[in-house]
């Protein structure tokens, strides 16, 4: 054991003694196991291969999550291999406390994980002091996990001025380095990150990667590229998102709240949503809803047991609310899982919501932050250019149906956007900020029923009706955009591929086909903005990234981040920022924006790393074969233990077309299901 890992068991040693963590059983394990099946995790962060988090804070409660890794020869499929190295249940321990060093503890507790929940560890510690933040870590097998960080939710009549959150939405390992999570963990001032779904993706659909495994070149078989068809399957993709090295850092940094979209449960070959449902319940620090509608949560099983995982159609209730003291209230819908042909949120839901909507009204929050997974806002085709040509050359019109160019949840169904905007308007609940995903470009909307004057008027907000919020969609982690859907179309008619094969050729596809699609996706920008005045800002290029939102007592400032997609970086720019005064809902855009800088920091969680408590087998061993040469490029921005492969580039080649042909191709692509 060399000096500085000497220092570090001996600085844990004493922390253990000073916090007094639960005794734990002597186990003998080894972390330097060759693994068959190549599994992906972070081998220095072992046996807490894939990190800690926390999530959905309350005042008084938060979820704090990680995973126990133990490699066996005999593979990583918990489903086959229940006793890795004999080891049939691990205990562990965990503190929460004030500081760092975990020196002022205020709940501890341990609790018995085995392969039966994929050895993940889920603790709701509770009585905790409100709009704190606090630091975490667990112990098991002889280790000491990571340190994480975490903050409550304020409770009414806290003296918090402003609330800080980062949002994101369709993060994809394969076509994103998550140097976006990166930038998030950077932040000292986050209250909560949210994610509006496609949290972990069923598929890589075969777009231009940044990175894939060395090896596995092939997306629609390939095991860590395909579709998940298996409850082992899904375990394993949520492992392979967890190794990344942005992630790691941005869990540990902040708590999450997660709804999940239709990619994170698609069903496949016999493996069903509910199976989905019970995956993601297992590795996010999510909390659970009761299954019966109502959105509540049930109490804390106690710091010695584990959160229950739901099962069959208990696991598919997600809609839920995390009040934030005097400020907002955080609103999490479901557009997805039970609509029909009439509804968006199903009968439940609806009421459920209309309920929620004015309990925050009456208690007095200022703001609803409303996590939505699909644009709630019109983006409708009347007036675009080209039509006619359009119709002509695609066969369809641009104006049908309903004149929707997305016709999935909300804008499928405009009457109950409308029913949505007509009950916010009679309640008096207009200071809503909606926060959204699945369109894969930065959409900035005020939230009307009828964008036309007089309703609607586009400089203020203002009209006979009026804006009754405002709705940011904040691009994607990667997945492709209207630039690059364009892109992918011309690359496929110049090489004679078909969908996938830009898969391993980003570089090309980069250099030449983005550039020649960015003239014709700047038009459709232009014409979509015209056609839709509440569309305050749009941009649907080639850039990927996240938002952020500070709540405040007068105003909502919303800021759009955009970071670098192929290549590990610190860089970020901000593309815009929008202030929404409350009780005057509107995008403003800001002219001369300073990036909002929350006033409640906190020092961050120390580097991530898994230190050995005394007696502990060492630390240093083997990596698994494929372990990726040295440089970010080739690292792919992951720790895993299988190799990398990144893909840039730039260039240049003659324009597509028109415009309605743009059009065309994006709504062509974006009916397809590995979108």
């Not at 220092?7 to 844990?12: R, Y």
């Not at 962060?45 to 066996?72: E, K, M, N, Q």
């Not at 994929?118 to 009585?127: N, S």
């Amino acid at each position: 054991m060399d000096r500085r890992t000497l220092l570090k068991t001996v600085a844990v040693a004493g922390t253990a003694a000073a916090v007094g963590w639960p005794a734990a059983a002597a186990q003998a394990y080894d972390r330097a196991v060759a693994v068959a099946g190549d599994y992906p995790v972070a081998p220095e962060l072992l046996p807490f291969g894939h990190g800690v988090a926390s999530g959905d804070p309350l005042a008084d409660r938060v979820v704090l999550w990680t995973r126990v890794t133990i490699p066996d020869p005999r593979g990583w499929d918990a489903t086959l291999v229940a006793d890795p190295q004999g080891i049939r249940a691990v205990q562990v321990a965990w503190v929460l406390a004030r500081d760092p060093a975990l020196t002022d503890v205020v709940r501890r507790g341990a609790v018995t994980t085995t392969a039966a929940r994929d050895w993940t560890v889920k603790v709701d510690a509770d009585r905790l002091p409100s709009a704190t933040t606090l630091y975490y870590a667990f112990t098991a097998l002889g280790y000491r996990s990571p340190v994480g960080r975490t903050r409550t939710a304020p409770a009414p009549g806290d003296p918090v001025d402003a609330l800080v959150v980062a949002h994101t939405s369709c993060t994809s390992w394969w076509q994103d380095l998550f140097n976006a999570y990166g930038r998030m963990a950077d932040r000292e001032d986050l209250d909560l990150v949210t994610h509006a779904g496609d949290h972990v993706y069923d598929s890589s659909g075969g777009h231009p990667a940044s990175r894939l495994w060395a090896g596995q070149a092939q997306w629609e078989t390939d095991l860590d590229n395909a579709d998940f068809t298996t409850v082992a399957q899904c375990r394993r993709r949520y492992a392979l998102y967890y190794a990344d090295a942005n992630l790691l850092r941005a869990h540990a940094s902040a708590p999450f709240a997660v709804m999940p979209d239709q990619h994170d449960d698609d069903p496949a070959d016999g493996f069903t949503t509910a199976d989905a449902g019970t995956v993601f319940w297992e590795w996010t620090a999510s909390r659970t809803p009761l299954p019966d509608g109502s959105g509540r949560f049930a109490p804390s099983p106690g710091p010695d047991v584990n959160v229950p995982v739901p099962t069959g159609d208990a696991a598919r209730f997600y809609y839920r609310v995390l009040p934030y003291g005097d400020l907002a209230d955080v609103v999490l819908l479901d557009v997805r899982r039970f609509a029909s042909e009439t509804t968006v949120l199903g009968d439940v839901q609806w009421a459920w919501l209309e309920g929620a909507l004015r309990a925050s009204r009456d208690r007095g929050a200022v703001h609803r932050y409303v996590v939505n997974q699909v644009n709630l806002s019109q983006l409708r085709a009347f007036n675009l250019p080209f039509a006619s040509q359009f119709e002509e050359v695609f066969g369809m019109s641009p104006n049908a149906p309903q004149g929707e160019l997305y016709t999935t949840a909300w804008g499928g169904q405009p009457a109950e956007r409308a029913r949505l905007c007509r009950f916010l308007r009679a309640e008096g609940i207009v200071d809503n900020v909606v926060v959204s995903g699945d369109s894969h470009g930065f959409f900035g909307s005020d939230l009307v029923e009828d964008a036309q004057l007089p309703s609607y008027e586009p400089l203020t907000g203002g009209g006979l009706l009026g804006a009754v919020g405002v709705e940011l969609v904040p691009s994607a982690m990667g997945r492709p955009g209207g630039q690059d859907v364009i892109a992918e179309e011309l690359y496929f008619a110049r090489t004679g591929g078909s969908r996938g094969a830009a898969f391993t050729d980003a570089a090309t596809y980069d250099a030449v086909d983005r550039v020649a699609a960015l003239p014709a996706v700047l038009a459709l920008e232009a014409a979509a903005r015209a056609a839709n005045p509440n569309l305050q800002y749009f941009h649907w290029r080639a850039e990927y990234g996240y938002a952020v939102v500070q709540l405040r007592a007068d105003a909502a400032v919303l800021e759009a981040w955009t970071t670098p997609q192929r290549v590990l970086s610190s860089d970020q720019r901000l593309l815009a920022q929008f202030r929404s005064p409350v009780g005057a809902p509107h995008l403003g855009a800001v002219l001369a924006p300073t990036p909002v800088a929350g006033t409640r920091t906190s020092a961050l969680p120390p580097s991530l790393e898994t230190v050995a408590l005394p007696g502990a087998v060492p630390a240093a061993g083997p990596r698994a074969p494929g372990t990726p040469p040295a440089g970010p490029a080739a690292a792919g921005g992951s720790t895993g233990t299988r190799g990398g492969l990144a893909a840039t580039g730039a260039g240049a080649l003659p324009l597509l077309g028109a415009a309605a042909a743009v059009l065309g191709a994006v709504l062509a692509r974006r009916s397809r299901p590995q979108d």
